[in-house]
């Protein structure tokens, strides 16, 4: 079964660190760029920051630049985003999604489940 699983979510403070993992089973990431996508409560969801399958290529969305960093592991099946000084607006569910292409097309295959992150004080 092919799946894409989602970690690394919780509760933190404005100004705080998360990081989140997102592992494949069933098949191999090595083929595919991985996007993460947010989605809050009542908007719809959004793309964060997309990663090509060497990981030689990178993408953000403005609202994160600067804050947040896309990294894979490629012998470890995961791809990481690691997300600083966090604001209240990046509360969401975040979910990654492995893309049709080796690059960042924006055709997706696979979504995650998704994880929430809650930015609160």
């Known amino acids: 079964q092919l799946q894409l699983v989602e970690s690394g979510g919780g509760l933190v403070q404005p100004g705080g660190s998360l990081r989140l993992s997102c592992t494949a089973s069933?098949?191999?990431?090595?083929?595919?760029?991985i996007g993460w996508f947010r989605q809050a409560p009542g908007k719809e969801r959004e793309g964060v920051s997309c990663i090509s399958d060497s990981g030689g290529r990178t993408n953000y969305a403005d609202s994160v630049k600067g804050r947040f960093t896309i990294s894979r592991d490629n012998a470890k099946n995961t791809v990481y985003l690691q997300m600083n000084s966090l604001k209240p607006e990046d509360t969401a569910v975040y979910y990654c999604?492995?893309?049709?292409?080796?690059?960042?097309?924006?055709?997706?295959?696979?979504w995650g489940k998704g994880t929430l992150v809650t930015v609160s004080s």
């Open positions: 069933g098949f191999t990431l090595d083929y595919y760029a």
């Open positions: 999604a492995a893309d049709r292409k080796r690059y960042c097309s924006g055709l997706v295959d696979y």
